[in-house]
């Protein structure tokens, strides 16, 4: 009963957590209007983009596993040096990639908008 009686009294005083600052305005920030919805169309794919290497890593884990220690800890090295190789390639090609989508968007909308 004593923790039953500790839950309770902790969901009562959640707003008194430091960490709920972050998630006290969850519900406004996923509201499903329009820009919440394309916020989502934008959101979800990426999402699913960052799980997949993860899970493609554990996968191959689980096959090389079969075959010995020694190729899995191959393995686990050279999972180690991709996901820093990519992650050194990628940062900076997403980061210019987004500066001129975001430009070139911005203008199409403009051009639209005075025609």
Do not use: C, Y
């Amino acid at each position: 009963m004593f923790a039953a009686d500790a839950d309770l009294h902790l969901w009562r005083n959640m707003a008194k957590l430091p960490l709920f600052v972050f998630f006290k305005d969850a519900r406004s920030v996923f509201r499903k209007d329009e820009l919440g919805l394309e916020i989502a169309q934008i959101a979800i794919p990426a999402a699913h983009a960052l799980a997949a290497d993860p899970i493609a890593s554990l996968i191959d884990t689980a096959f090389i596993g079969h075959i010995g220690p020694v190729e899995l800890a191959a393995v686990g090295v050279s999972i180690a040096v991709f996901n820093q190789v990519s992650k050194i390639a990628i940062f900076p090609l997403v980061s210019i990639t987004t500066s001129f989508v975001a430009e070139e968007d911005a203008t199409g909308r403009l051009t639209t908008e005075e025609t």
